[in-house]
């Protein structure tokens, strides 16, 4: 069961109406005892319906999950597809230069917050989840896999576990290499990465980037699963592909 409606969203250019999908597992309505973990993702309108996706093809997220009998709440929020790229704005943690489509201001911390306070609030109060770190998790691919990422180490405390699908690691690399470095991680942090070996020549350096990365956060005591996958793109139709693996992972033996 999908449940859909619409938000007041302080968007980069103002306050703005954004769809938001809430997905409750096959069992939800006929164990009302249960409470469930929360899937967080971003780019929302390309999670479930393949007539709301940006570009016609979806995560299928919600098939896969009745499938598999998942015990697991997932809740997104549509981005803003805007002409003028305000989706890099709200998806950067930091500011960075592009050298075809400009400067951009990082508005990802204020994108967090939002998400933090207001959206996973309304969640927990309306829904039966498990609000505690352990069962809160986020994911997102492109932009919104760098803001998995970077929600995964900057608010830690609320998130225990993270995917970031082919997440764009060329934004300010420098500024989130020293993110991981500094990160003061609790004990059990999970994340699922991965990119594919078809996308591998989108940007300059991005193996050696993707490779650094893992290393760091190896080195910082994350319990990472990393993938390259064989023939993957930079599309919906890749990244659906991938949710056993993605699912496996935020679920694996969680208490």
């Not at 096959?26 to 469930?36: A, C, E, I, K, V």
């Not at 549509?78 to 592009?98: A, H, I, K, Q, T």
């Amino acid at each position: 069961m999908i449940k859909k409606w619409s938000v007041s969203y302080p968007a980069v250019g103002g306050t703005e109406q954004r769809r938001v999908y809430v997905y409750l597992p096959t069992m939800y309505q006929s164990q009302p005892d249960l409470r469930f973990p929360v899937l967080y993702m971003f780019d929302g309108q390309n999670v479930f319906f393949n007539e709301d996706a940006t570009y016609g093809k979806s995560w299928g997220m919600a098939d896969y999950l009745d499938y598999t009998d998942t015990p697991l709440i997932v809740a997104a929020v549509e981005c803003n597809p805007g002409v003028n790229n305000e989706r890099l704005v709200e998806y950067s943690p930091y500011r960075f230069d592009d050298p075809q489509y400009g400067h951009f201001e990082g508005k990802g911390q204020a994108t967090m917050n939002w998400y933090i306070h207001r959206f996973k609030s309304f969640v927990d109060r309306n829904f039966r989840t498990l609000p505690d770190r352990q069962h809160t998790f986020i994911g997102g691919s492109s932009m919104g896999g760098l803001m998995s990422l970077y929600a995964l180490m900057q608010y830690n405390d609320t998130f225990s576990r993270a995917a970031a699908l082919s997440p764009s690691l060329w934004v300010c690399p420098e500024k989130l290499e020293g993110l991981v470095s500094r990160a003061k991680l609790e004990p059990g942090t999970v994340l699922y990465m991965d990119y594919g070996s078809r996308e591998m020549g989108n940007h300059e350096g991005t193996r050696k980037g993707y490779t650094d990365m893992c290393d760091r956060l190896m080195s910082c005591g994350i319990h990472l699963t990393s993938r390259i996958v064989p023939g993957g793109t930079h599309s919906e139709a890749s990244w659906e592909k991938q949710l056993p693996f993605v699912i496996h992972t935020l679920m694996y033996e969680l208490e």
